[in-house]
């Protein structure tokens, strides 16, 4: 993954720091939609679109909420190509892949020029661009999420759900946040590390996280207690990754969730969530992580496995009736 600077396209990759850690940078654009009126950016049907990678956790977080949210008649999609090469996200006629109707931009960094003709940064997906003031409204996948869950009620199809219930905001907020550093962000610090101390604290970390996680499963049936939440959401991008490409690509091995009793059921059950298994592609995940990482996979052989069926059944609901 390269970057802009000054407008300017570098293919530099992320520089770890001393110690050999991955370093993920902040991400930029975080104006918010509002249904209040506090921003210009007002929740308008047809204003909004989204550009996505099938491949890309992040971007999955917001492509579950457009459809658990019945967004998808009033909010657009491009899909990028799931390789990624020295030049950043592009828009291909892959299968899977959805051109940028709105910009006609061969390069997602094209995009992000649109905005700010001398940004400097990541290009990164997603992507929350208005068509009505032509400019990048955010960029931050759990703002994005949470923007679609909770400012897009008045025209959502299935504004009934909220996946960030009152009650609950405190909590999920937290459990975000706990599973962000070890989990959503430590399978890429465990994949990118450059050096045997960065990786095996990371892994450490990680597996550490999981373990507690497991156990708290086992106890309640969502993150949060009885119901779906984005924090729920949030675990499940990782976790659909994990077997197919993190347990192998990123050497993140000391278990398949599959073989954690209490994560492997609920991930099933997850999927298996109306809509959701719709939004999960493993040919784009696969052919993303194991092609465009040239320095963890230098020949980009995809494995032909594993076989995972995530549609099979699982003890959730009898366990927790």
């Known amino acids: 993954m390269g970057q802009l600077v000054n407008g300017v396209w570098s293919t530099e990759w992320y520089k770890p720091d001393k110690k050999g850690r991955f370093v993920r940078s902040e991400t930029t654009f975080r104006d918010r939609v509002t249904s209040n009126g506090s921003?210009?950016?007002?929740?308008?049907?047809?204003?909004?679109?989204?550009?996505?990678?099938?491949?890309?956790?992040?971007?999955?977080?917001?492509?579950?909420?457009?459809?658990?949210?019945?967004?998808?008649?009033?909010?657009?999609?491009s899909i990028v190509d799931p390789y990624?090469?020295?030049?950043?996200?592009?828009?291909?006629?892959?299968?899977?892949?959805?051109?940028?109707?709105?910009?006609?931009?061969?390069?997602?960094?094209?995009?992000?020029?649109?905005?700010?003709?001398?940004?400097?940064?990541?290009?990164?997906?997603?992507?929350?661009?208005?068509t009505k003031e032509k400019t990048i409204v955010n960029n931050q996948s759990l703002e994005i999420m949470r923007i679609l869950d909770t400012e897009f009620n008045e025209i959502a199809a299935k504004s009934a759900k909220d996946f960030y219930?009152?009650?609950?905001?405190?909590?999920?907020?937290?459990?975000?946040?706990?599973?962000?550093?070890?989990?959503?962000?430590?399978?890429?610090?465990?994949?990118?590390?450059?050096?045997?101390e960065a990786y095996k604290s990371a892994a450490t970390e990680l597996f550490t996280a999981l373990d507690k996680w497991e156990r708290v499963l086992g106890k309640r049936r969502y993150l949060c207690g009885s119901v779906i939440t984005e924090a729920d959401w949030c675990l499940f991008t990782t976790l659909v990754r994990f077997d197919p490409v993190y347990y192998t690509h990123f050497?993140?091995?000391?278990?398949?969730?599959?073989?954690?009793?209490?994560?492997g059921n609920y991930l099933k059950e997850l999927y298996?969530?109306?809509?959701?298994?719709?939004?999960?592609?493993f040919d784009h995940i696969k052919e993303h992580y194991y092609k465009s990482h040239k320095m963890v996979n230098p020949y980009g052989i995809i494995p032909v496995g594993p076989v995972i069926d995530l549609s099979g059944s699982h003890d959730r609901e009898r366990k927790y009736k």
């Open 39 to 77: 921003t210009p950016f007002a929740p308008d049907p047809n204003r909004y679109h989204l550009y996505v990678s099938l491949a890309c956790p992040w971007a999955h977080r917001a492509l579950i909420m457009r459809k658990l949210k019945g967004l998808e008649e009033v909010i657009g999609i």
């Open 84 to 130: 990624m090469s020295d030049d950043g996200w592009h828009f291909s006629s892959a299968p899977g892949a959805l051109p940028d109707i709105v910009n006609r931009c061969d390069f997602l960094r094209e995009v992000y020029l649109l905005t700010d003709p001398h940004y400097t940064g990541r290009v990164t997906v997603p992507v929350l661009w208005d």
């Open 165 to 196: 219930p009152k009650e609950l905001k405190e909590e999920i907020d937290a459990a975000i946040d706990e599973i962000y550093e070890p989990i959503n962000n430590g399978v890429y610090k465990a994949g990118f590390a450059t050096t045997q």
């Open 251 to 263: 050497k993140c091995n000391r278990l398949h969730i599959y073989e954690y009793p209490n994560l």
């Open 272 to 281: 298996q969530v109306p809509g959701v298994s719709g939004t999960c592609n």
